[in-house]
DNA sequence: CCGTAACCTTACCCATCAGTAAACTTACTC
DNA sequence: GAGTAAGTTTACTGATGGGTAAGGTTACGG
């Protein structure tokens, strides 16, 4: 019983939530298949067929993890961005909450990030499905103008990629994400402003 | 007997490699924890005992992948690298050379950015001190005026993560390296540059 | 104060899998 | 062509861990 105190009896929805935080902080320190439903129990406070009745069988249970999770991250973007003005304004506010909520959520982060992804198609297509909602609404920003096809979609593929590098160093030095989304900004935004109204840059020597 | 037909008895070192090439492909298909090492032998078209013969236990044989494999990367880049003159066209070919390897040698850029970095210390430590050498390189390149202390760092960073992510991206397009690395280098260039010559952008509004 | 339903546990089954013991077979040397 | 070392296998063990059966305990409505 090292798991947190429940000395009493909880009703199903309470038991459920604390499930589910044992078993996304088990999931992100072993990953899908390092966890263990027993360990997971035990974080919980409660015996293990507790956790098969309300949550079914560990696929369920990662399943459950990853929705709760990617849901989290979703809304809490979608609601920074969603009054800001201009491109600019959305794009800095959307990762200014991003890196927040991964520094303040490392657990949900890694789970998402470090052990979905690298999981075969039942998982990583459900947190892939997340990932490429936020990219297409990068994409959205990037390409209003409807440029040339591929173009936006590899730009935001590789923007999304730059955040998620740059929010594990930021959750390594502990900087704020202001300061986090500035060093961002101060490296795509010219290219980003120029994907917007259509210039390329050119190999000149390879 | 699903693997390949290795009907005669082979030298050590010939074996060893077989194996290797077997591992990296069954822990990219299933991550460190799913996969047996009764498929191993089998993929590589042996017996399971001459698996810990050579290669050890299963964590050894692992770390031998990661080894390899990553070796396998940085030789690639840095022998890329090698023989290019100025900043720009150090970048163009560093990655170049990386997005031909990813496109390449899917099984082992797998094993490396996908499986490894998930798990713990032992190997996902292993497998970022390679990926820092990369780090530290384009640090390297982008930091020759000794700019401010982390900016560099975070910018590379930034870079590497725009990279892993666009790799992933053309080996679902098929698009030649040249290709994406123009895309990287128009998002990104001018905002290197910007580095370089000490100038940044600042937040205007929000 | 009795029933019943929600909450919760102990104790087990069995498949999978890391790791090993012991022996067999081929090739190469002297 | 004996001797031996390298290459290889079959057949096992012991532990871990997903999943379940059967039953115990508290609350709460009637």
């Given amino acids: 019983m090292t798991g947190v105190a429940n000395p009493k009896r909880l009703p199903r929805a309470v038991r459920e939530q604390q499930m589910l935080d044992a078993a996304v902080r088990v999931f992100a320190d072993r990953g899908y298949h390092g966890a263990s439903m027993d360990e997971v129990a035990e974080l919980a406070g409660v015996s293990k067929p507790m956790v098969y009745l309300y949550l079914g069988s560990k696929e369920d249970l990662f399943g459950a993890c990853i929705r709760r999770e990617a ?65 297409d609404a990068v994409t ?36 704020p994400a202001t300061v986090t989304t500035a060093r961002l900004m101060n490296l795509v935004w010219i290219g980003i402003e120029r994907q917007i109204d259509g210039a390329s840059w050119r190999p000149a020597s390879s």
Same sequence: chains 1, 2.
């Fill in 140 to 175: 959205g920003l990037v390409d209003q103008r409807g440029a040339s096809a591929g173009e936006a979609g590899a730009l935001s593929h590789a923007l999304v990629g730059a955040a998620d590098a740059l929010a594990e160093w930021a959750s390594r030095t502990g900087e």
């Fill in 71 to 135: 849901a989290r991250l979703m809304e809490r973007i979608t609601s920074a961005v969603h009054d800001a003005a201009t491109i600019e304004c959305r794009l800095v506010s959307g990762f200014e909450a991003f890196f927040g909520y991964v520094a303040e959520h490392k657990d949900s982060w890694n789970v998402l990030y470090h052990r979905a992804r690298a999981l075969g198609p039942p998982f990583a297509d459900e947190v892939d499905r997340a990932r490429h909602d936020i990219i």
